[in-house]
């Protein structure tokens, strides 16, 4: 299935024949037999190689054509060079970028340094990913691109948005929008320049910050969205780096956003936030006089009831609260909430199980004991609604006498989303009221206090 040698084969057929033969397990033979030329080609052709999130979306999120592509993204998940790919596909009129040359083309990044050394000269850059022969011509003196077929692209500081007054173009690249100083200044100047062609477009590349103009653009129905991790390009990134940083900020809020490209936000009227549980945060517990799993059962295991608070505490001699374990899970029967909360107690070698008796009352405590009829349990009564419930808790965690042995994600998520009318999104916090109900028991409870030492 090697190409002619009397032909030039199109990308199209070399990316064709390179997936069959990949399909019929000769892919390396095919390889080998390609002339140096095709074999570079092959290796360029971005539409054969890149993720689906580094490729352009179909539709926006409302439906229809898009105007703005978002490409939300961790530290080093290939934003940059999927920017590069989108702007070469463009000037060259390549599928599926374009069916023609697009020109001319705005690059935008917070200073032009930035344009320079990372969206033109940089590693995933432009220039660096166009094959011989059909890199552009770079331009310092004007900060401009020049392909061969005549399209062009200029480069823009958003330090400066009246320098998009009078320019006009067909499409942008916005690098690192999320962490422009003056981000919503230059990107409403870009608007009134994207006036050229059938459809004007724009891409943007970030990793992302909850900033006024980023919500902007989600909310936005032409708005595609796109989402990369930094995991998701671990082929291309140093084999140490990946472990160190995972294992450094890995479900913390920092590593959330630079890592997982998320959108990490506290609510006004939070009882908790964010940068009060990083603070609070710890690698590992100390040894630990006494220990609990707190239960918040269930009314129903049907799909989109609510879920099983399931979370494991401890508290230490100095009587400060650490949280262990959120082992919260969704769609729970009874005996498998059972079974799970007995097997987190013997994990941590627990005192007993502290649960929540309103959905159920004797049964809570039946279903547990079939499990395993050793196992300690304490019933305790919501007498009070969960804001109230929870405040006490909010005052320990201000006195820092609560800490996180790791990172809870989902259970962080809800603390910082629970205000006095409860999550925004309308569902019970059925994490929190298990945390509230561990906390409580081990620190507020009439049984607070730590008879003896254990070590985890």
């Known amino acids: 299935m090697a190409p002619s040698e009397t032909s030039t084969p199109s990308a199209a057929s070399l990316r064709a024949a390179l997936i069959a033969c990949a399909k019929a397990g000769t892919a390396r033979a095919f390889l080998e037999s390609l002339p140096e030329d095709d074999a570079g ?25 898009w105007s703005t592509w978002l490409v939300l993204g961790g530290r080093g998940a290939g934003k940059t060079r999927a920017g590069a790919e989108w702007v070469r596909g463009l000037a060259s009129g390549t599928a599926p970028f374009a069916a023609a040359p697009v020109s001319p083309i705005a690059l935008i990044a917070e200073t032009m340094a930035d344009v320079r050394e990372v969206m033109v000269e940089g590693v995933s850059g432009v220039l660096a990913v166009h094959p011989r022969g059909e890199r552009p011509r770079w331009e310092p003196t004007r900060r401009r691109l020049v392909w061969p077929n005549g399209a062009v692209a200029q480069g823009f500081s958003a330090e400066d948005p009246e320098s998009l ?3 006009q173009f067909a499409a942008a690249w916005l690098d690192e929008l999320a962490k422009w100083k003056r981000g919503e200044a230059t990107f409403d100047m870009l608007q009134f320049a994207l006036r050229l062609g059938a459809q004007p477009r724009q891409m943007v590349t ?3 910050r ?6 902007r653009l989600l909310a936005d129905p032409a708005t595609a969205v796109s989402r990369a991790k930094t995991a998701d390009n671990a082929f291309h990134l140093a084999p140490t780096f990946l472990g160190q940083v995972m294992s450094r900020y890995g ?8 890592l997982d490209g998320e959108i990490i936000e506290d609510r006004p009227d939070a009882l ?3 940068p009060q549980l990083e603070a609070l945060r710890e690698q590992e517990a100390p040894p630990l006089a006494r220990i609990v799993v707190a239960v918040d059962p269930p009314a129903s295991s049907r799909a989109g009831a609510d879920s099983c608070g399931l979370v494991a505490a401890g508290v230490d001699t100095a009587g400060v609260v650490h949280v262990l374990a959120d082992a919260t899970e969704q ?5 498998q909430w059972a079974a799970k909360a007995v097997a987190l107690f013997h994990r941590f070698s627990a005192d007993r199980i502290v649960a929540e008796v309103n959905q159920g009352g004797e049964m809570v405590r039946a279903v547990i004991a079939e499990v395993d009829p050793a196992v300690p349990v304490e019933q305790v009564r919501a007498t009070r609604g969960k804001f109230l419930r929870a405040e006490p808790v909010a005052a320990l965690y201000e006195q820092a006498r609560v800490r996180h042995a790791g990172a809870f994600p989902e259970l962080e998520d809800e603390m910082c989303d629970f ?17 509230v109900w561990a906390v409580t028991a081990l620190a507020l409870g009439p049984r607070a206090g730590a008879p003896r030492v254990r070590g985890l």
Do not use: K, N, V, Y
Request: aromatic share 4%; charged share 25%.
């Open 41 to 65: 080609r092959l290796l360029a052709d971005w539409a054969l190689w890149a993720r689906p999130d580094q490729l352009p979306p179909l539709e926006a999120q409302g439906g229809g054509p």
């Open 165 to 167: 007054r009078g320019p």
């Open 206 to 208: 970030t990793t992302p």
């Open 210 to 215: 909850p900033t006024a103009l980023l919500r």
């Open 251 to 258: 479900g913390t809020r920092l590593g959330r956003q630079e």
């Open 272 to 274: 908790f936030s964010r």
């Open 331 to 335: 769609g729970l029967r009874p005996a």
């Open 419 to 435: 205000g006095t009318d409860g999550l925004s999104s309308g569902r019970s916090p059925d994490r929190l009221d298990a945390l």
